[in-house]
């Protein structure tokens, strides 16, 4: 059967070289949204420090895996030992760790005298390489360099000396390349980059009885530190999605040729998000993409790895950190976060661990990304999440002159509540004045009874 070559959405990966401080504050941890509230959205883990590079491919494939293959420009030879099969769920797990978030607070009775002295301190701040084996006749100018059966994936190490030879050799072989593929495999020829091969063996998937398609990793040395996300980009029906962690010890990644812009967060919305956090997550980043005319990639999460507030999931731990690749990391295990009551998961205590984990999302084409996508990673630490806010009102029946106000100002709050997320989603205010089931709030007569100026006149 022919094989169709498959660009992990967004690897296309394959590839694979493949803020101010946020706030701690006591939200209770609501919703989070994934890499997989998105269609077409590839996910890749890159631990890296110095050289030294590990890269974990999570492929998005649904259907026959007879027609599933990988190519992936790769920026040296790769031994056996340097191919791996990762846990899927430990992928899973760092998505769930760093997924931006909904918190929710409750508002007590304004009369009680706890409540005021809180409200008014409240923040919402938010080696040696092994000989090529010689060419194959009709090799088309392609050496086959190594073979390997890693797990349930048959894997070919590739180097050609022209782009039209490789996609020669490629279609010989039973690979379905998409038209516009030979321009894009030529330069990374140019780069002295070698092809990565991937496809399924049947017998050895059956005999180790994985269903669906286990992640891929690779370990190598080299001072690029990029993702060639143009291979994916020939056969994509539209913008695609990607998720990419990097695990580092010193501290946040950036994209050297694209702007990295901090998504908004710490922002209050309406309660009635809660239940349709999924289409408001999408409807943000999508209006983000565009105000920043889809040439940006975006920041996540960026925190040590050893704590978290409030916490989305447990931070991983040394063992799953080490199967992602974090080569340094110690092997004593750090306390484990404990739930506090209304608190979500907030670890107990500070415990870096001597790993950064920074998210970055790209939605991106041939048109506005038409170069590779190139990092340099920094020394901020600072800790950034994409989070938004629910604020329970208080719907008690007390009469003091303090429930009178508060009664006042939530009417100003969920009018503000309301215009924030017309912004951040470009959702019609009407609409979501009644889905919040309020009136719209005139900016005269906000503080309520008649205008300022007239009260002055008046008596």
């Given amino acids: ?211 669906s398609l286990r992640p891929i990793q690779v370990a190598y040395e080299s001072h690029k530190f990029m993702l060639p996300i143009r291979l994916g980009m020939v056969n994509a029906q539209g913008p695609q999605d990607m998720v990419v962690w990097f695990l580092t010890r010193k501290g946040r990644v950036e994209t050297a040729n694209y702007r990295t812009v901090k998504l908004p967060t710490g922002d209050e919305i309406p309660t009635f998000v809660k239940g349709e956090f999924g289409k408001f997550y999408k409807s943000l980043f999508g209006t983000q993409v565009d105000r920043e005319e889809r040439r940006a990639v975006f920041l996540e999460y960026a925190w040590d790895m050893g704590w978290c507030d409030p916490c989305a999931a447990d931070p991983l731990s040394p063992e799953e950190l080490r199967e992602l690749g974090v080569f340094w990391q110690k092997t004593a295990a750090a306390p484990r976060p404990v739930p506090l009551p209304r608190q979500g998961r907030i670890a107990p205590q500070p415990m870096p661990r001597d790993v950064f984990v920074t998210r970055l999302h790209v939605r991106y084409d041939d048109e506005h990304f038409p170069d590779d996508l190139h990092f340099v990673q920094t020394a901020d630490r600072s800790n950034f999440q994409g989070r938004y806010v629910l604020r329970h009102p208080w719907k008690g029946d007390s009469t003091c002159e303090a429930a009178a106000r508060y009664r006042e100002e939530l009417v100003r709050r969920q009018e503000r509540e309301a215009q924030t997320l017309a912004s951040l989603t470009g959702w019609g205010i009407d609409w979501i004045r009644e889905r919040m089931d309020i009136a719209a709030v005139a900016p005269a007569s906000s503080s309520g009874g008649d205008p300022w100026w007239k009260r002055i006149w008046s008596r």
């Fill in 1 to 211: 059967m022919t094989r169709i070559i498959r660009s992990l959405s967004l690897l296309t990966l394959a590839s694979l070289w493949f803020a101010p401080s946020a706030q701690a504050f006591c939200g209770f941890y609501a919703a989070r949204a994934g890499a997989d509230l998105f269609n077409e959205t590839s996910k890749v883990v890159v631990v890296r420090d110095d050289d030294k590079t590990v890269v974990t491919m999570a492929s998005d494939f649904k259907g026959d895996a007879t027609d599933f293959a990988l190519v992936i420009p790769v920026p040296t030879f790769l031994e056996e030992g340097q191919i791996h099969v990762a846990n899927p769920k430990t992928v899973e797990h760092l998505d769930a760790y760093t997924a931006p978030r909904l918190v929710e607070y409750f508002d007590s009775d304004p009369c009680d005298v706890r409540y005021r002295m809180e409200a008014m301190g409240r923040s919402l701040d938010s080696a040696a390489l092994p000989a090529s084996k010689p060419m194959r006749k009709n090799s088309f100018g392609v050496t086959v360099e190594a073979e390997y059966t890693v797990g349930e994936y048959d894997i070919v190490i590739l180097s050609a000396e022209e782009s039209q030879g490789l996609v020669k050799w490629l279609h010989s072989n039973g690979y379905k390349i998409p038209d516009g593929a030979a321009p894009v495999l030529g330069e990374y020829l140019k780069q002295d980059m070698r092809f990565f091969v991937a496809r399924v063996n049947l017998e050895e998937q059956a005999k180790l009885g994985f269903r």
